[in-house]
């Protein structure tokens, strides 16, 4: 089955962007509640396979976005995170007949690509497995399963991205907000509050301080298990234009985390570059990860 891309955008000057001719698309994420921003494409979590988001859209909520969206003429994708169970099966495949319409859906379980098969969906299929594509070569293996855009590992240093986007193209990467480090099947912060007899840690979100780290990292345990986060949101000014130039076709803000006012502030900074002007404003977060190799250990990047 041969599937429609939708990966479209303006075009601009060859000498503006390397590697590509067209600007890149810019997504972001979006939580039940929040305004709705003047630009980008919009992604958004639906439940129930929205593991990892404190909140999730319905699929009632789904529909009314979608109108919107396709009224105003903007993209909207189905985030669709969470491991799927062999009990879950028959019930992803009525969730995906109730998204038909998205533009694309993001997945990290190959299962969603195949009840995606199934179902009759041809729209953008997005792997987004947080940690695990950390090469050409992953790229390519989950493409040729029947990934369109493949989204890599946010630990990846600039340097490590810049050699992927030389070598293969369909990539997508995040440039702010908070990012998954570590997901657990278990519910940690339960075991932890029963271990010290506290019946107010558990389920929900939570923010954990380390001895040896300044800063508080977001916890989130849900049903589906426990996720932790990066201790600060990743900001991408200083290396964006070096990801133009590599031909990037996907960038993506990731707003779980943020006030709808910084989620604003920092989408209209990173458009702008994009457009080919400046920022004009400092964001705030760490570009720490961008300049490390992801191989080194936390001593050797101290």
């Given at each position: 089955m041969e599937k429609s891309r939708s990966m479209d955008s303006q075009s601009v000057p060859s000498n503006v962007f390397g590697k590509s001719e067209r600007k890149p698309e810019l997504i972001v994420t979006l939580n039940p509640g929040d305004p709705i921003p003047v630009h980008g494409?919009?992604?958004v979590p639906v439940e129930p396979f929205a593991a990892g988001f404190p909140q999730a859209f319905t699929v009632e909520d789904w529909r009314k976005l979608r109108l919107r969206t396709i009224e105003e003429g903007r993209k909207l994708y189905a985030l669709l995170p969470g491991f799927v169970m062999e009990e879950d099966l028959d019930a992803l495949e009525q969730l995906l007949l109730s998204l038909h319409d998205a533009d694309g859906l993001y997945y990290g379980d190959e299962a969603v690509l195949m009840a995606a098969r199934k179902t009759g969906y041809d729209r953008l299929m997005i792997f987004q497995p947080d940690t695990l594509i950390c090469s050409s070569t992953d790229v390519q293996a989950v493409k040729s399963m029947g990934a369109d855009v493949v989204s890599l590992a946010h630990e990846l240093s600039l340097e490590e991205v810049l050699a992927i986007a030389g070598k293969t193209d369909g990539l997508e990467?995040?440039?702010h907000g908070y990012y998954p480090v570590l997901s657990s099947r278990r519910k940690l912060l339960?075991?932890?509050?029963?271990?010290?007899?506290?019946s107010v840690i558990g389920e929900g979100q939570f923010s954990l301080q380390e001895t040896t780290r300044p800063n508080r990292i977001p916890v989130l345990e849900q049903e589906s298990g426990t996720v932790l986060f990066s201790p600060e949101p990743v900001q991408s000014?200083?290396?964006?234009?070096?990801?133009?130039?590599?031909?990037?076709?996907?960038?993506?803000?990731?707003?779980?985390?943020?006030?709808?006012?910084?989620?604003?502030?920092?989408?209209?900074?990173?458009?702008a570059v994009i457009d080919g002007g400046v920022a004009g404003?400092?964001?705030?977060?760490?570009?720490r990860t961008w300049r490390q190799q992801s191989v080194k250990t936390k001593e050797e990047t101290q």
């Amino acid at each position: 089955m041969e599937k429609s891309r939708s990966m479209d955008s303006q075009s601009v000057p060859s000498n503006v962007f390397g590697k590509s001719e067209r600007k890149p698309e810019l997504i972001v994420t979006l939580n039940p509640g929040d305004p709705i921003p003047v630009h980008g494409s919009l992604a958004v979590p639906v439940e129930p396979f929205a593991a990892g988001f404190p909140q999730a859209f319905t699929v009632e909520d789904w529909r009314k976005l979608r109108l919107r969206t396709i009224e105003e003429g903007r993209k909207l994708y189905a985030l669709l995170p969470g491991f799927v169970m062999e009990e879950d099966l028959d019930a992803l495949e009525q969730l995906l007949l109730s998204l038909h319409d998205a533009d694309g859906l993001y997945y990290g379980d190959e299962a969603v690509l195949m009840a995606a098969r199934k179902t009759g969906y041809d729209r953008l299929m997005i792997f987004q497995p947080d940690t695990l594509i950390c090469s050409s070569t992953d790229v390519q293996a989950v493409k040729s399963m029947g990934a369109d855009v493949v989204s890599l590992a946010h630990e990846l240093s600039l340097e490590e991205v810049l050699a992927i986007a030389g070598k293969t193209d369909g990539l997508e990467v995040q440039i702010h907000g908070y990012y998954p480090v570590l997901s657990s099947r278990r519910k940690l912060l339960t075991a932890y509050g029963r271990t010290i007899g506290s019946s107010v840690i558990g389920e929900g979100q939570f923010s954990l301080q380390e001895t040896t780290r300044p800063n508080r990292i977001p916890v989130l345990e849900q049903e589906s298990g426990t996720v932790l986060f990066s201790p600060e949101p990743v900001q991408s000014l200083g290396q964006l234009p070096a990801l133009l130039d590599a031909g990037i076709d996907r960038l993506r803000i990731d707003s779980r985390f943020l006030e709808p006012s910084d989620r604003n502030a920092a989408l209209t900074a990173y458009q702008a570059v994009i457009d080919g002007g400046v920022a004009g404003m400092q964001l705030p977060g760490s570009d720490r990860t961008w300049r490390q190799q992801s191989v080194k250990t936390k001593e050797e990047t101290q």
